[in-house]
């Protein structure tokens, strides 16, 4: 597959906007695809996770406990930092690329705790499907969810 | 006339991309450091053994499960209760490196089968028919230091049948001698299960470049345009004699497509590829190629040829992205 990437452009602009309302939004996502996992996150409980889309400019911030994924605001020095292009962590959320095929080739980048980060991807590997699809970000399922979530509440 | 495809496994998401692409048997290890992949949230608990084995089983797909550190004296315990769950789970063999684990599990379960794992560092058929006659062992895995020649040879002089490595990370092959990274860290494969503990590696991009650390001792050093590798000892870059360089070895994959039909004609018994630590992308992507390979020459050894397609798959995803036919061609004697 041709590698795509954003036009350096993008990055400058987005750069300049704050990074926690899209952490906030990306902590929702993380809590719809992943919040029946986070017990199994144990080791990353309590820690200060980042993930840098780096075409795009962009830095998400957040942590994760025994039951949701919650956004922080920006940290110097991150326990785990993980960044790609958007593209490749796209290939990656869908299963159609290997994260150490990347990490040999410099598309992902891994910084800090190396163990939090093998956890990380081990932990991911081992889920069974339903796999991640852009269909589960419609609104009308991301609503569905929140409705879910509220009623339980 | 058979060759088996024995495909790796971290988790029950890989092993069914390795079913459903194509591998006769998968191979998995139990959570902790009872094998040589002890890594974090990596490997399978006994409930999720028990589901791969049915799985592959409903699929007439055999698993086997790798028990190939050394236990140790404090923890033998651990040990005895992997072989036990093993039994337990109904894997179809054992992969042990140790000998008093062979001996505890061919007078506890007689009818489990026993493979001998490469970290018994078994080179030799006395040693192989050693590991036969006292323990029952039906199958070794060679040491990746062997020519094609020398183990063609060693299988006309032992019962046991032969698996050789045919794709994956290639190390400096002293495989179950290899202390490197107690030098460093304390630990090494045969104890606790790992080259490269992940608690003791530190990866940072700095002016220079990107550098890997292990206990703090710098590795490698990256420029931006050169691929990385994994952070173990024997792969890093070290200053000798004012000149920086592969010291031990360069990281390399090793690749054997080519010599399927060698391998047909003298008898091996099956291809193994490495990479139990690696996603279900990568074993998705090594099987279905191995099959399309092994099937093939399979079908006609004669005119067996290896496609272009195949090795530009396989290149993308190995270690170092350059391969090696590694000890097997060896034309100096």
Redesign the interface.
């Known amino acids: 597959m041709e590698q795509f990437t954003f036009p350096k452009s993008i990055a400058g602009v987005v750069l300049l906007l704050p990074s926690f309302p899209p952490s906030w939004v990306f902590a929702k996502v993380l809590d719809l695809t992943l919040g029946r996992i986070t017990g199994?996150l144990a080791?990353l409980h309590g820690k200060h996770i980042a993930i840098h889309v780096r075409d795009l400019g962009l830095y998400l911030y957040f942590t994760v406990d025994a039951g949701k994924f919650t956004p922080i605001h920006s940290v110097s020095v991150p326990d785990l930092s993980v960044s790609a292009t958007l593209q490749d962590f796209y290939l990656l959320a869908t299963?159609?690329?290997?994260?150490?095929?990347l990490?040999?080739?410099?598309r992902l980048?891994?910084?800090?705790d190396?163990?939090l980060?093998?956890?990380?991807?081990?932990?991911l590997?081992?889920?069974?499907?339903p796999k991640f699809t852009p269909a589960m970000l419609a609104p009308k399922n991301v609503m569905a969810h929140m409705r879910s979530h509220l009623f339980k509440r | 006339m058979s060759l088996e495809l024995v495909c790796p496994a971290g988790s029950l998401p890989a092993l069914k991309a390795a079913v459903d692409n194509g591998a006769d048997c998968v191979y998995i290890g139990f959570r902790g450091n009872t094998n040589a992949r002890a890594f974090a949230g990596l490997n399978f608990d006994l409930p999720a053994a028990g589901e791969a084995v049915r799985y592959a089983h409903a699929r007439g797909k055999k698993v086997l499960l790798a028990l190939n550190t050394y236990p140790q004296a404090a923890t033998w315990q651990r040990w005895q209760q992997a072989v036990d769950h093993a039994a337990e789970a109904g894997v179809d063999a054992i992969i042990l490196a140790d000998a008093g684990l062979m001996r505890y599990a061919c007078r506890t379960y007689p009818e489990l089968r026993l493979h001998l794992s490469v970290q018994g560092s078994a080179t030799n058929y006395e040693a192989i028919n050693f590991y036969h006659e006292h323990f029952g062992i039906q199958r070794a895995v060679l040491p990746r230091v062997l020519s094609l020649t020398q183990v063609e040879q060693l299988l006309k002089h032992t019962p046991v049948e032969i698996e050789l490595f045919g794709f994956g990370g290639l190390c400096v092959m002293v495989e179950g001698r290899c202390m490197l990274s107690s030098y460093v860290t304390g630990e090494s494969p045969n104890t606790a299960g790992v080259c490269s503990p992940a608690k003791a590696v530190r990866w940072q991009q700095t002016r220079q470049g990107l550098e890997s650390r292990l206990n703090g001792v710098l590795l490698d050093r990256y420029a931006a345009s050169e691929n990385a590798g994994y952070p173990t000892l024997c792969k890093g870059r070290f200053e000798v004699s004012g000149e920086t360089y592969y010291a031990i070895e360069e990281p390399a994959s090793l690749n054997t497509l080519e010599l399927i039909p060698s391998m047909l004609h003298m008898g091996i018994s099956a291809i193994k590829i490495e990479g139990r630590q690696r996603s279900p992308v990568y074993v998705e992507q090594v099987t279905r190629v191995w099959r399309a390979a092994i099937d093939s020459a399979m079908r006609n050894t004669e005119n067996y040829a290896v496609d272009p397609a195949w090795m530009m798959q396989l290149n993308k995803l190995a270690e170092g992205q350059q391969n090696t036919l590694g000890a097997y061609h060896r034309p100096w004697k």
């Open positions: 199994s080791p299963r159609k690329e290997d994260p150490d095929t990490f040999f080739s410099r980048m891994v910084d800090g190396t163990e980060g093998l956890v990380a991807k081990n932990t590997d081992a889920l069974e499907l």
